[in-house]
């Protein structure tokens, strides 16, 4: 992650996960960032500091993904997350 006023680096993160990462977006308010990766987890940092932030390791419904995940979209109000994966499976955070 850059400040893009300096164009300095501030963290980096997506060396946390143990396969490539395949998808990064912000939160609508830019507080967080959430990055989904080949080895089908997801992760959620603080987009002020790159400290990592608990997310749950089950979406609403009780379900993971079981293949890498490949998409990442928030609802525009920024209430819930959806991720996609490899499969077509598509959950909500």
Same mark, same amino acid.
């Given at each position: 992650? *850059?400040d893009t006023h300096t164009q300095?680096?501030?963290f980096?993160i997506?060396?946390?996960? %143990?396969?490539? /990462?395949t /998808?990064l977006i &912000?939160?609508?308010?830019g507080?967080?960032?959430?990055?989904?990766?080949h080895?089908?987890t997801?992760?959620?940092w603080?987009?002020?500091?790159?400290?990592e +932030?608990?997310?749950?390791?089950?979406? +609403?419904?009780g379900q993971?993904?079981? %293949?890498?995940?490949?998409?990442? %979209? &928030?609802?525009?109000l920024?209430r819930?997350?959806?991720?996609?994966? %490899?499969?077509g499976m598509? &959950?909500? *955070?």
């Amino acid at each position: 992650v *850059w400040d893009t006023h300096t164009q300095l680096r501030l963290f980096h993160i997506i060396t946390e996960h %143990a396969e490539t /990462c395949t /998808c990064l977006i &912000y939160s609508p308010d830019g507080e967080l960032i959430i990055s989904g990766s080949h080895d089908m987890t997801l992760k959620m940092w603080s987009a002020q500091n790159g400290e990592e +932030k608990l997310l749950p390791r089950r979406s +609403k419904d009780g379900q993971k993904h079981e %293949a890498p995940i490949s998409s990442l %979209a &928030y609802d525009p109000l920024g209430r819930y997350f959806i991720s996609g994966d %490899a499969d077509g499976m598509i &959950y909500s *955070w």
